[in-house]
């Protein structure tokens, strides 16, 4: 009987060296881990067990990849003092990957400075580590202890997941519309429909999309319950990754026969705009039901939407014309490498002359650290989550769409 690419990929790095199937506990050596501002629980974990001065020893300095990246610069005395804690662990141990005080978002500069590469096992102090598939890398996002565990160790244990296989068909628009297909699915099988399993996108549709809209449906694997997702490692990612990196790597693949838990097939030509309205990835509409909504703010970024192509779109959209004087517009690059390539490509001045804001790369947009919301405020983002208090007031409202959406909103 086939494999998937998690039953694969956890075989490959079973400290036992024997093949694993789905739903077998399993101690497995990590590639790497990405450690951001939540450093603070693992330093912690470290002290509950007696070492007051945090983590003694990392197994390897060359796979932590550590970034301060959620609050830079800090906002508040109590978030410099992490910061200030977590320095002096990364330059106490000598990490050789850490970026101290470069905003953006932890993922999309793993990506940037090529720390993710096809058939790796990474994990991440992040649940949005899952995007990592996009890759053809397995992310698993943990939590403090498990990250003390695995940082002093290299090593940790799993439960291998089902995998359910998602095949996209038909023929893509001249745009992105990669949160609209993720909202589909959620919106049609709930956002509890992959609860601990692994999910593969495959199809033809799938060579279409480009490795940015990819991004995009990795992330939100997690906003479905995935445990994992992955991509292929096609064309298009091996180039990526190997103008990024040089280190050796194996993409993985599924075979023919393996055996799934749940197969879905999506026509992405059949996909039209929607919004997740509040307060669930799963209470999906078609925008025109929305249509009328009055809004007071709108977001392009985060880890979901906050690439190339994205804030392309909305500047291609925004070229010309005036955001309505009573929305507040932000638009944030997930990581100085996007906001390079969006000033090469003169995105900015169009940005600029609508009224819209650009802010310097970060996570800010995604949480209730930066563009608040008030009571009874209305905001359309292209963010991760629009639970109640997201965004800072309980009272506010979040809807969910992709850039063309927002941008139109």
């Known amino acids: 009987m086939g494999m998937t690419i998690a039953e694969k990929v956890f075989s490959r790095k079973n400290l036992a060296g024997t093949p694993v199937r789905a739903g ?78 470069e905003c953006g978002v ?25 995007i990592y598939g996009a890759l053809n890398a397995a992310g698993v996002g943990i939590g403090g202890e498990d990250a003390a565990y695995a940082l002093a160790f290299g090593e940790l244990w799993f439960q291998v997941p089902e995998t359910i296989k998602i095949v996209l068909k038909g023929t893509l628009p001249g745009y992105c ?59 298009k990612v091996i180039e990526y990754v190997r103008a990024r990196s040089d280190v050796p790597f194996q993409p993985v693949a599924a075979d023919a026969d393996a055996q799934y838990a749940r197969e879905i097939e999506l026509d992405v030509g059949e996909v039209g705009f929607v919004v997740a309205c509040p307060h669930t990835f799963d209470n999906v509409v078609p925008v025109a039901e929305a249509a ?12 979901a939407n906050g690439r190339f192509e994205d804030i392309e779109l909305a500047a291609r959209m925004l070229k010309g014309r005036r955001i309505h004087p009573r929305v507040r517009f932000y638009i944030q690059p997930a990581s100085w490498g996007v906001y390079r390539q969006c000033l090469r490509a003169g995105l900015m001045e169009a940005i600029l002359d609508s009224g819209a804001q650009i802010q310097e790369p970060g996570c800010w947009c995604c949480e209730a650290r930066g563009s608040v919301l008030a009571d009874g405020e209305v905001c359309i983002t292209s963010a991760t989550r629009n639970y109640r208090g997201r ?19």
């Open 24 to 101: 077998d506990l399993v101690d497995c050596k990590i590639d790497g881990i990405m450690v951001h501002l939540s450093y603070g629980y693992v330093h912690a974990a470290y002290q509950k067990i007696g070492f007051a001065g945090g983590p003694p020893v990392v197994w390897d300095r060359d796979r932590v990849y550590m970034m301060l990246e959620h609050h830079e610069p800090p906002p508040t005395v109590e978030y410099a003092s992490r910061d200030k804690t977590a320095r002096e662990f990364a330059f106490r141990m000598g990490l050789r990957h850490f970026y101290n005080a």
């Open 106 to 130: 932890c993922h999309q500069m793993m990506f940037d400075y090529g720390h993710v590469r096809p058939g790796e096992l990474i994990l991440g102090t992040d649940s949005h580590t899952v």
């Open 177 to 235: 519309i990669s949160k609209d297909i993720v909202l589909t699915l959620a919106g049609r099988y709930g956002d509890d429909f992959a609860q601990y399993q692994a999910i593969e996108y495959t199809g033809p549709a799938v060579e279409q999309l480009s490795l940015d809209s990819r991004m995009c449906l990795a992330c939100h694997g997690v906003e479905a319950g995935a445990k994992l997702t992955f991509f292929p490692a096609d064309e």
């Open 292 to 303: 009328g909504t009055r809004i007071d703010q709108a977001l392009i970024g985060s880890c």
């Open 391 to 409: 965004k800072g007031s309980r009272q506010a409202d979040i809807y969910l769409g992709g850039p063309a959406t927002v941008t139109a909103a």
